[in-house]
């Protein structure tokens, strides 16, 4: 029998939606869904690879409980029933000791993330932490700071754009399906693409204008267009006077940052910036300068994030064709949302998270999604509480957080560490408990809201049976809430039974989802009324440059440009990224992506590396002040001399996951843990390191 699901892609976060080709209970073929405007049929790499991870036998395949010690890789196999004991009795008994904040959760935000939610409220828990902070947490404080809403409700009208300027932000390689597909289309139409980046990467080949910026001196480097653009008044004045709040204290603020000024601090000539400035302006307001994402990456993370939203203000690219949009959602057309469960009446958490997010002594970062990096500093300093025990939901603290031997540490001193996953990750393998998670082609899991100019709702729907013993998240967080006492607020018994409930009062049900796998609210886009309604949720209603929010809480609006440091003499700046091939840390042992990227290697300027004496594809070791480890030389023309690079998601330490175990070198393994201290962002870029060639043994 052939059949064709309608469902959603999970290879990255991204999700895609996807058309999975099924014959006879096995998956074919992944393609993009056709009815989706912006997919054409189309899936990146990863999400074509689908097949590999699905048939791919080194995944988790049935719950595991340790049996050795903490990351000694010794597993006994055990069935649902003991597992969910185990684990259950273990959360009873630290929350009987410790109270419901002994207990965190950390979750890359995806579609259960209301679950997650609900049973940490539940159980008396502020501690449930997203990935968004370590992503982008910067970006999310700067979009409030200027606009009243996080970066999650605004988006990028790319397909009709004339001229889009981007930070570090590989759009071509760091991907979604969609966001590539509406790039190319805008090229196509004639679209001028402005890419600025120390490394020569794929989006710098497809640029008009490529600059090879010092790092970490992008902000001086908007100082300086802003100043051009002010002095030459190439700005949307009509927009300006009505929706900017601060444009004079802007104005008197970046009198010294000339272009002159800026080309000294960032190498990027001043002439080219002037030129830049003019450039952008005549195509305004269809114009991006994109304020994602490459976030998360220095210590002044939130300033230069908000120069960047503040470009695009001035050139009134703010809610039109081509620009940037808030995302309307059920409540713009009198539809109705799916429900979560969240929304239920759920005991009040009286106390304060473990990261302080919210409270005044962290007060700017998003409480809703807390400050990931700080988790290993509160369990090891035990301040503001003890944590003891920790849920790793599809996300991996012990990569994705920088300073592995610092996390680690923190790690040792949990009394439960349980693991939902559906690899063999580095946080499963140092787990006491692995859930195994069935994967995204084998699940049918909660709805998606999705927002935009028109609301929608999209449907992951189960395309085959589960290959191995294996469950849905949304499922063993409610098997474990049943038996902890709280399963009251898990009033389902099946995914089809959750999504029925998310559903109630939307008008749509399951059905409406089989004909092209998403239902929509309305016909055509929607745009606000620049004139008069633009509905800021500011203090002043207008996008504040001189923010309230940074001011009441303390902070500067417009504090003075800090030169960035020269690395020491023989030390580099590490800046990290990803490629095309691999999602973070999740797809480094797929069969087919494995075959094509095996592992990672140090980019470093030719120059640089003929004074150290390294060669292409010697083995050279990295060192910082958190740890050292060996990784191949790429010795290129293409990269700063400031800087060397290289791909986030490799160097695994779990046996079991046989291709990815120590092929290359962990980014987190060398990066210091330290942070953006008012927007909240992982300062990942603000490490140096040092190289030296790995002398091979000789057999004289
Ligand atoms: N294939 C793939 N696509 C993905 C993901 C994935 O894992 N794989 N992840 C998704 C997620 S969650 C995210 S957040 C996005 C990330 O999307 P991007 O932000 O586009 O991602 P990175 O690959 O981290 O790109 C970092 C780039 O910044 C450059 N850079 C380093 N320092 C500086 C600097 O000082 N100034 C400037 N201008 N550039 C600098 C690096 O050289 C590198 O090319 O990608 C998303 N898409
Ligand atoms: N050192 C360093 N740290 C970083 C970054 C960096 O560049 N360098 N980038 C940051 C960014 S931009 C982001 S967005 C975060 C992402 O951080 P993470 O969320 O930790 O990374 P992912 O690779 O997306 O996924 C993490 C885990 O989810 C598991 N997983 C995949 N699919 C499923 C599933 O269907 N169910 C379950 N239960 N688990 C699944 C994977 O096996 C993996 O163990 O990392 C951040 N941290
Ligand atoms: S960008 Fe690629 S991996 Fe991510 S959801 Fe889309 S197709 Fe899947
Ligand atoms: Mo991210």
């Given at each position: 029998m052939e059949e064709n699901v309608y469902s959603l892609c999970f290879m990255c976060s991204v999700r895609c939606p996807i058309t999975v080709k099924v014959k006879d209970g096995h998956v074919d073929f992944i393609e993009g869904n056709r009815h989706v405007a912006g997919m054409d049929g189309s899936l990146c790499p990863r999400g074509s690879a689908g097949t590999s991870m699905l048939y791919d036998d080194q995944r988790l395949q049935t719950p595991l409980i340790r049996v050795g010690d903490r990351g000694s890789g010794n597993w006994r196999k055990a069935s649902w029933e003991e597992a969910l004991n185990y684990v259950s009795s273990k959360l009873r008994e630290t929350i009987d000791t410790h109270g419901g904040r002994s207990i965190a959760l950390t979750e890359r935000t995806q579609l259960s993330t209301h679950v997650s939610k609900t049973f940490l409220k539940a159980i008396g828990s502020p501690n449930h932490f997203t990935h968004d902070a370590l992503c982008k947490g910067s970006i999310n404080t700067a979009c409030r700071s200027l606009f009243g809403c996080a970066d999650g409700q605004i988006g990028l009208n790319l397909g009709n754009t004339k001229h889009i300027v981007l930070y570090g932000r590989n759009i071509f390689e760091s991907l979604a399906v969609k966001d590539v597909n509406n790039m190319m289309k805008a090229l196509e139409n004639g679209a001028e693409m402005t890419y600025i980046d120390p490394r020569v990467n794929v989006t710098a080949t497809k640029a008009h204008r490529y600059w090879m910026i010092r790092p970490g001196t992008d902000l001086a480097l908007n100082y300086a267009l802003i100043h051009t653009i002010l002095k030459e008044n190439l700005y949307d004045a009509e927009f300006a006077a009505k929706w900017i709040h601060g444009l004079d204290e802007l104005r008197e603020f970046v009198q010294p940052y000339t272009p002159a000024w800026a080309q000294k601090e960032t190498g990027i000539d001043a002439d080219r910036i002037k030129e830049l400035s003019r450039k952008v302006s005549r195509d305004k307001p269809s114009v991006i300068f994109h304020y994602g994402y490459r976030g998360a990456s220095h210590t002044n993370e939130i300033h230069m994030r908000r120069s960047i939203l503040m470009l695009n203000a001035l050139m009134g690219s703010i809610e039109v064709k081509g620009g940037l949009f808030f995302k309307k959602g059920p409540n713009d057309v009198d539809g109705k949302p799916a429900r979560k469960l969240t929304e239920q009446d759920l005991p009040k958490v009286e106390d304060i998270r473990c990261d302080k997010a919210g409270t005044p002594d962290f007060p700017l970062p998003d409480a809703n999604h807390g400050v990931a990096q700080i988790l290993p500093h509160a369990i090891l300093n035990k301040d503001p509480y003890p944590v003891k025990g920790l849920i790793a939901y599809r996300m991996d603290p012990l990569m994705s957080i920088a300073d592995t031997n610092l996390t680690r540490k923190a790690l040792d001193k949990l009394d439960l560490l349980v693991t939902i996953d559906i690899n063999y990750s580095d946080i499963a393998w140092y787990s006491d408990v692995i859930l195994p998670e069935s994967t995204y082609l084998e699940r049918t899991d909660c709805v998606q809201q999705a927002n935009g100019l028109k609301p929608q709702i999209f449907f992951r729907k189960k395309a085959v049976e589960p290959r191995y013993d294996t469950m849905e998240g949304s499922m063993i967080l409610k098997k474990i809430a049943d038996q902890i006492g709280i399963g009251n607020y898990f009033p389902y018994n099946s995914m089809d039974e959750l999504v029925d409930w998310q559903l109630e009062g939307t008008g749509f049900t399951r059905e409406d989802f089989e004909k092209k796998g998403f239902v929509a609210y309305c016909k055509d886009q929607i745009f606000r009324d620049r004139d008069n309604g633009l509905n800021l949720k500011t203090p002043s209603g207008k996008i504040e440059f001189k923010s309230s929010l940074l001011e009441d809480a303390g902070f500067e609006s417009f504090p003075e440009y800090e030169p960035i440091p020269l690395p020491e003499e023989g030390k580099f700046r590490l800046v990290v990224g990803r490629s095309a091939i691999h999602t973070h840390v999740s797809t480094q042992n797929v069969p087919y992506l494995n075959e094509i990227t095996s592992e990672n290697v140090l980019w470093i300027n030719t120059k640089k590396a003929q004074a150290l004496g390294i060669e292409n594809n010697d083995t050279v070791e990295v060192s910082s002040s958190c740890g050292s480890g060996t990784i191949k030389a790429y010795v290129t023309?293409?990269?700063?001399?400031?800087a060397v690079f290289m791909l986030h998601g490799f160097g695994h330490t779990a046996s079991r996951a046989e291709r990815s175990c120590q092929k290359g070198l962990s980014d987190a393994l060398l990066q210091k843990n330290i942070y953006d201290k008012t927007g909240g962002s992982p300062a990942y870029h603000d490490t140096f390191v040092s190289i030296k060639p790995v002398m091979e043994a000789s057999n004289e």
């Open positions: 023309d293409f990269i700063h001399p400031e």
